[in-house]
């Protein structure tokens, strides 16, 4: 579906033969289902990086899907990626905010134990399926964990703007719009982003 | 804040280039019960994209029903009134002066049609009103 910039516009679009915009909208459809495809699991992992809770990750990923389903699926597909991120990454600072609100209150509810995030995960959810050899695996597997624990070590910004520069490979501008930040800023957090990184997971890694 | 610049050295480079692909493995190794729902995800907002729509694009959708309200509650309101034998004022008002003007115009006068009889006797009605306003011409003589 195009954007109307007037009503006239639109009016001359929804005058067109009914078969023609059934197309349209098809063509659209088709489009959006495949950017959704390439995206939605280097979200889904983007997202438990940040969160931690793969069920979180997915409610973050479905939400954001949604809204710009809803919303943008109208705009050029060019800007579909970097407005999916920003959903995405203001998605997962909501969650973040609710979930120190919570963890302020039960400070002081009497009874409550701590929050169910920082159980201990099952150490096969880790475990990959495929074909591949199992110390292999478990190589894989470590190394993922040791960048996931680094990662949350770092700030918030900076974290952003490492995953998405580098997990998702969006260039400045981009990350820029989907930050809702300047260039400038970009490049400062992903360079100190990746400073910290090394220094945090050594050379050896 | 300080711009700094992007990180060009070599060992950077494959620092990110190693935890793109330590990330990308991780991708692809997702279990199936997370792939599942990620597609129903997918399904569920193109399935939001199909029925979204302008809401100039929806009146029409609505206009027959709006059409079809209208006449329906103008009809109960027109019953209503002639079960009341209620009318309206300004044809009671006017209706004294409709049967004069229909009087005037009907043809049943004996004589024939009262509109052409007014017609023939404009001349009369014109002599008749140039006499009265003339000076007399019989007392106007000079006096002595």
């Known amino acids: 579906m195009p954007a109307f910039d007037t009503l006239t516009q639109a009016w001359t679009v929804w005058d067109v033969p009914a078969p023609a915009r059934g197309v349209a909208v098809l063509d659209e459809t088709r489009e959006l289902n495949k950017f959704l495809g390439e995206v939605e699991r280097r979200a889904f992992r983007m997202a438990q990086v940040a969160l931690r809770d793969p069920d979180d990750a997915l409610d973050v990923v479905q939400d954001a899907m949604l809204k710009l389903a809803r919303n943008y699926a109208s705009k050029p597909s060019a800007e579909w990626r970097p407005l999916f991120y920003r959903i995405l990454e203001n998605g997962i600072r909501d969650l973040q905010r609710r979930r120190t609100v919570r963890k302020k209150w039960m400070v002081w509810l009497p009874g409550v134990k701590e929050d169910p995030d920082n159980e201990a995960q099952d150490p096969l959810d880790n475990v990959a399926s495929g074909s591949a050899d199992a110390p292999e695996l478990l190589m894989r597997s470590e190394a993922m964990e040791k960048l996931e624990v680094a990662l949350r070590e770092l700030p918030a910004r900076q974290r952003e703007a490492f995953m998405l520069r580098n997990f998702e490979g969006l260039d400045v501008a981009d990350t820029a719009k989907a930050m809702g930040c300047s260039e400038g800023s970009v490049k400062t957090h992903y360079s100190r982003a990746v400073h910290a990184l090394r220094e945090q997971l050594g050379e050896v890694w | ?144």
Do not use: C
């Open chain 2, 1 to 144: 804040m300080k711009e700094i610049a992007e990180e060009s050295n070599p060992s950077a480079g494959a620092f990110e280039t190693h935890s793109r692909e330590v990330f990308s493995r991780s991708v692809e190794s997702l279990d199936m019960r997370v792939i599942s729902r990620l597609n129903h995800a997918r399904q569920a907002a193109l399935e939001a994209a199909v029925q979204r729509r302008p809401w100039f694009l929806q009146v029409r959708v609505w206009t027959p029903a709006a059409g079809v309200t209208a006449a329906a509650v103008l009809g109960v309101a027109l019953w209503m009134g002639a079960a009341a034998g209620h009318h309206p004022p300004a044809v009671a008002d006017n209706a004294a002066t409709l049967e004069d003007l229909d009087i005037f115009a009907s043809s049943d006068e004996g004589s024939g049609d009262a509109l052409e009889m007014l017609q023939n006797d404009i001349d009369f009605y014109d002599f008749a009103d140039t006499a009265a306003n003339a000076v007399p011409v019989a007392n106007s003589g000079p006096a002595a």
